[in-house]
């Protein structure tokens, strides 16, 4: 599958609205964890959606999307600076709680793993168990001292 030039500039974008959030926009209300997942842009290049991933509270992320809300006309200013597009894409920012879903499937399975863990060792001790039984064979017989002279006698031919 060929790139398209939207991804391209959309990952271009992606890189210039990270750096510019993390160091130029001076508002208390972005968390200093904040970070741009990806950007989506329309195939006319009219619209960006910014996925932006916030570490903290819900109302902290709340409040950070607000933030970059009311200051997407600097953000926009600053990629058209950075980016040489005829026009640039009018962004919109959505929360991505990619992360917090994933963590919480991961735990979701640790769950299912975990009760699934002891009842898998009680099978493979009752396995274990069944391997104590008299199969008929007598390994004394494996321990004698034949063999061990046997394999005396290959040494010494050997020399």
């Known amino acids: ?5 939207e991804d ?11 750096r510019v959030i993390q160091q130029e926009v001076k508002d208390p209300r972005v968390p200093p964890f ?18 932006v991933s916030v570490l903290g509270t819900e109302e902290q992320k709340a409040e950070c999307i607000k933030a970059l809300f009311k200051a997407r006309g600097f953000l926009r200013s600053s990629v058209a600076k950075q980016l040489l597009l005829r026009t640039t894409p009018e962004l919109h920012f959505v929360l991505d709680d990619t992360y917090e879903k994933a ?4 735990s979701l399975i ?29 390994y004394d017989e494996f321990e004698s001292d034949e063999f061990e002279a046997d394999s ?3 040494d010494d031919s050997d020399t």
């Open 152 to 154: 005396d006698e290959e």
């Open 110 to 138: 640790d769950r299912v793993v975990g009760k699934a863990a002891p009842q898998a060792a009680e099978s493979d001790d009752a396995d274990s168990n069944d391997d104590d039984e008299d199969d008929g064979l007598d």
């Open 34 to 51: 904040t970070s741009v997942t990806e950007v989506r842009v329309t195939r006319d290049f009219s619209h960006a959606t910014c996925y």
């Open 103 to 106: 963590r919480e499937l991961d």
């Open 8 to 18: 391209k500039v959309g990952d271009e974008m992606k890189r210039i609205l990270a």
């Open 1 to 5: 599958m060929a790139i398209k030039r």
